[in-house]
């Protein structure tokens, strides 16, 4: 059952999109994070230790509790399940934010990432109410740059935090170009010939 607003205000979910429930991790977690990160190919991507270890899990649990960075850390649920599917951070770099995230690979390739990153966004300018969100793909990362572009992510050369890697390709998408595609959208359904 989709959480109300009461629950989405008590349980710690920041938001919701039409399949996916984003909220706080909690202990339980644990079993489901190792289930998705100890894959070689996700860890990799997502830059994270493969093997990936109940320890590995542990930590990065007590670090999403303990952050007073301003940073968001949060798990990915099916709206029916409580079993987590993903995960990533809403980071805080000086007054911006920067996007990262993981779907397991098993629920690859049905259109959540594209969804996550299209609610992450909104929360970002409708919640933070920030104009602009920054994401970063490795140019070895073929997946996350075609779903960041298919978000309408554009690259920019000089991002407005310290630079992590020289492989790293520094992306943004504004408040401006949500709001116009919505209005575009919006046109072509009330009229299918515009
Ligand atoms: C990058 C990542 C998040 C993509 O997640 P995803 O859920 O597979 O993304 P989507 O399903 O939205 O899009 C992936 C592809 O599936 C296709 N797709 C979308 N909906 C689909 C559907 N219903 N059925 C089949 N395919 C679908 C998309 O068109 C896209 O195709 P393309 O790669 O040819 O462009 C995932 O591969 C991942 O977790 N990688 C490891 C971590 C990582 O790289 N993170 C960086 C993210 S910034």
Known sequence: MAASNKDTKFSGVFFQTERLIVRKWRDP?????????????????????????????????QKTKNSKNGSLYFAVCYKNSN?????GGIY?????????????????KKGLGREL????????????????????YY????????????CHFSIITEPPFKAQSKQAVYVCYSRAQRDSLKQKTSKKKTNPRF
């Open 139 to 150: 140019e070895w990362n073929v997946n996350s740059q075609k779903l960041i572009s298919s």
């Open 29 to 61: 977690d644990i079993e489901d994070m190792i289930l998705g990160l100890n894959n070689e190919r996700t860890a990799h991507d997502f830059n994270v230790p493969f093997p990936y270890s109940e320890n590995d899990a542990k930590a990065y649990l």
């Open 117 to 136: 990153l299209q609610g992450v966004s909104d929360y970002v300018f409708d919640v933070l109410h920030q104009d602009v969100i920054y994401a970063i």
């Open 83 to 87: 079993h987590v599917i993903g995960g």
């Open 92 to 108: 805080l770099k000086g007054d911006v934010y920067l996007v990262g995230f993981w779907i397991k690979e098993s629920e690859q």
